[in-house]
C-alpha cells in the first residue's frame, strides 16, 4: 500500500519553542490532514487541506499543502504541556481511501 | 452528544472464533470506516462505506467484512481471527461523503491468541 513518510519520528523540545514536522509521499495527495492522538484515545482532526500551496491556521497551529502535492507541513507555535501526544498525517488520492503516516511523537518538557 | 462509539473497547478471543466489533454514529454521516493501527505502522485503512449498502476495501482489508445497512452503524466481522490480526481497531465517520473530515471512536483493543 501507499507509505507516507512522517518526520520526526519523535521530538522532546521545551515549553514554549516552536515544532516542526512533516510528511512526505511517493503520490500526489489531493487532501493532506493532519490528526493529533491523545494517549487511549482516537485520533481529533486538527486542520484540513485541500488546495496545493494552501496555508491553513488552527490557533497555534499551522499546515501547508505541499505545491508538489506530495508533501504537507505542520508547525506548532510556542508549544505547551498539552500539545504532547502523537501526531500523524494523512492523505486522500483518488477515490475515498485515505492513508496515514507512522506518527511523530511529541514531549513537551515544562 | 456526537460520536462515535465502538463496542466491545477490549476483547480477548482464540484463533478461529468468529467476532463482530460494532460502530455506531448519532451524526447522520454518510462516511463511515474502519482502521487498525500497529506500533510503528500508524493507521491502516481496513474498509470504508460511502452510504447504505455502498462498502469498499481500503489497503488491508484481508481477513476483515463489514456491513452497512443502516447508515448509524457500520460493524467490523472477522470470520475467522489470527493473532496476525491482534490490534488497535478504530472506527471513523465524516459527513462529507468523500470522509475528509473524520471523527473518530474511542478504539478496541483486539488481542486474538
Known amino acids: 500500500g501507499q507509505q507516507l513518510n512522517q518526520s520526526p519520528q519523535s521530538m522532546f523540545i521545551q515549553e514554549g519553542e516552536d515544532v516542526s514536522m512533516n510528511c512526505t509521499s511517493s503520490?500526489?495527495?489531493?487532501?493532506w490532514l493532519w490528526y493529533k492522538q491523545d494517549p487511549g484515545e482516537g485520533p481529533v482532526l486538527l486542520i484540513a487541506?485541500?488546495?496545493?500551496?494552501e496555508l491553513t491556521s488552527n490557533g497555534r497551529l499551522t499546515a501547508q499543502f505541499g505545491i508538489t502535492r506530495k508533501d504537507s507541513f505542520l508547525n506548532i507555535s510556542a508549544s505547551i504541556p498539552s500539545d504532547v501526544g502523537i501526531y500523524f498525517c494523512?492523505?486522500?488520492?483518488?477515490?475515498?481511501?485515505?492513508?496515514f503516516g507512522t506518527g511523530t511523537s511529541l514531549t513537551v518538557i515544562p | 452528544e456526537a460520536q462515535v462509539t465502538q463496542n466491545p473497547r477490549y476483547l480477548i478471543t482464540v484463533t478461529g472464533k468468529k467476532l463482530t466489533v460494532t460502530c455506531s454514529q448519532n451524526m447522520n454521516h454518510e462516511y463511515m470506516s474502519w482502521y487498525r493501527q500497529d506500533p510503528g505502522l500508524g493507521l491502516r485503512q481496513i474498509y470504508y462505506?460511502?452510504?447504505?449498502?455502498?462498502?469498499d476495501k481500503g489497503d488491508v482489508p484481508e481477513g476483515y467484512k463489514v456491513s452497512r445497512k443502516e447508515k448509524r452503524n457500520f460493524p467490523l466481522i472477522l470470520e475467522s481471527p489470527s493473532p496476525n490480526q491482534t490490534s488497535l481497531y478504530f472506527c471513523a465517520s465524516s459527513l462529507s461523503i468523500g470522509g475528509e473530515t473524520q471523527y473518530f471512536g474511542p478504539g478496541t483493543r483486539l488481542l486474538v491468541l
Open positions: 494523512a492523505g486522500q488520492y483518488t477515490g475515498n481511501q485515505f492513508y
Open positions: 462505506s460511502m452510504n447504505v449498502e455502498v462498502t
Open positions: 487541506l485541500y488546495k496545493a500551496g
Open positions: 503520490s500526489i495527495f489531493n487532501t
